[in-house]
């Protein structure tokens, strides 16, 4: 099974913050990673697909980059709404489709 | 537009089942893929279960494997986990979300249900 491993697990910013989360995979997953974003008491959210590109509707301050292992997320200037749990997860080989373990974006 | 809801969660006891259920509606839903997706409560999520969109294929996380059993009736437009010999670990709101391509696609999730609570405690 391929794990996958986001840093940080917390941060803490300001809005207008440009905010980074990496996500490394235990092996290449050849850009087949999705970004979601997840509100407390609410269902998670597509973000972003095959690493770059983003959901329809999504606001284009969010992008993603990355190739191999090597993933990130960034959010070019952090809004009220943007408070919120992200997870990548990876889509490369499956069974099992498998998740970081999430990182918590704070109002600091 | 997408609407997936997700029902019959609730407290069971150990050793226990229970069978969730997924309503779809908005799309063609006999052409897509469909996964369950848990969260425990404060944790992370863990995909759980997936059923092709002709239920010809089944996969499992493998702590639900033999326990679990996925299964869809595009009649009516919904999906199901059977879930027996429940554990307290399983206690968790379980998401439906369906797969993002029609047919052949195992990608990523585009659409999630609002989630249903299952609890295991005695």
């Known amino acids: 099974d391929i794990q996958m491993t986001q840093s940080p697990s917390s941060l803490s910013a300001s809005v207008g913050d440009r905010v980074t989360i990496t996500c490394r995979a235990s092996?290449?997953?050849?850009?087949?990673l999705a970004w979601y974003q997840q509100k407390p008491g609410k269902a998670p959210k597509l973000l972003l697909y095959?690493?770059?590109r983003l959901e329809s509707g999504v606001p284009s301050r969010f992008s993603g980059s990355g190739s191999g292992t090597d993933y990130t997320l960034t959010i070019s200037s952090l809004q009220p709404e943007d408070f919120a749990t992200y997870y990548c997860?990876?889509?490369?080989?499956?069974?099992?489709?498998?998740f970081g373990q999430g990182t918590k974006v704070e109002i600091k | 537009q997408v609407q997936l809801v997700e029902s019959g969660g609730g407290v069971v006891q150990p050793g226990g089942s229970l069978r969730l259920s997924c309503a779809a509606s908005?799309?063609?839903?006999?052409?897509?893929?469909m996964h369950w997706v848990r969260q425990a409560p404060g944790k992370g999520l863990e995909w759980v279960a997936f059923?092709?969109?002709?239920?010809?294929?089944?996969y499992y996380a493998d702590s639900v494997k033999g326990r679990f059993t996925i299964s869809r009736d595009n009649s009516k437009n919904t999906l199901y986990l059977q879930m027996n010999s429940l554990r307290a670990e399983d206690t968790a709101v379980y998401y439906c979300?369906?797969?993002?391509?029609?047919?052949?696609?195992?990608?990523?999730?585009?659409?999630w249900g609002q989630g249903t609570l299952v609890t295991v405690s005695s």
């Open positions: 095959a690493a770059s």
């Open positions: 979300a369906k797969d993002c391509v029609p047919i052949v696609a195992m990608y990523y999730f585009d659409y």
């Open positions: 908005g799309f063609t839903f006999s052409s897509y893929g």
């Open positions: 997860q990876q889509y490369y080989s499956t069974p099992p489709w498998t």
């Open positions: 092996q290449g997953i050849s850009n087949s």
């Open positions: 059923i092709r969109y002709d239920g010809s294929n089944k």
